[in-house]
């Protein structure tokens, strides 16, 4: 699956429990840092574009920090019991100007974007946004990245 990074946006990445996962970079990895490092296995390739990552506990919610050349990203590794993709291509993307409405509720509305969705919210005081509660007012995600809002998975 690809996946544009947006500049200081946390991507949450759902990783199935004892099964590998693979991150491939565009840019050589100078440095990365997961939350519990003994509750991982993590392998970098020669070319240091590739980083390997295999959960070793069933449920974990941890951060992953990953700095090349010219960029940092950050990621969410979430637990899931499903089997998902094992391998995420990273590129460089970014926010928009123009968006159109992929599907709205009473409490926010989801627009799409070429890398990545807008999410607006409504009135109320904050959103459940993959796990967390948030009370800005607009929100970007990567396109093709993991985006559940109160609980209900955006495709």
């Known amino acids: ?74 990621f969410r590794l979430k637990s899931t019991p499903k089997k998902i993709t094992a391998l995420y291509r990273l590129r460089k993307g970014n926010v928009e100007k123009f968006y159109t409405l992929k599907f709205k509720t009473d409490r926010y509305r989801v627009l799409e974007g070429k890398n990545s969705l807008k999410v607006e919210r409504g009135k109320r005081a904050h959103l459940r946004i993959n796990g967390v509660n948030v009370s800005e007012k607009i929100f970007y995600y990567p396109k093709n990245a993991y985006l559940s809002i109160e609980g209900k998975e955006v495709r």
Do not use: C, W
């Open 1 to 74: 699956m690809s996946i544009a990074m947006l500049v200081n946006v946390t991507t949450v990445l759902l990783l199935t429990s004892e099964q590998p996962t693979t991150l491939e970079f565009a840019e050589g990895i100078e440095y990365f840092s997961i939350g519990k490092a003994i509750d991982f296995e993590s392998y970098l390739s020669k070319n240091k574009k590739i980083l390997m990552v295999r959960p070793k506990k069933k449920e974990f919610d941890e951060f992953l920090v990953v700095i090349d050349k010219n960029h940092s990203y950050q």
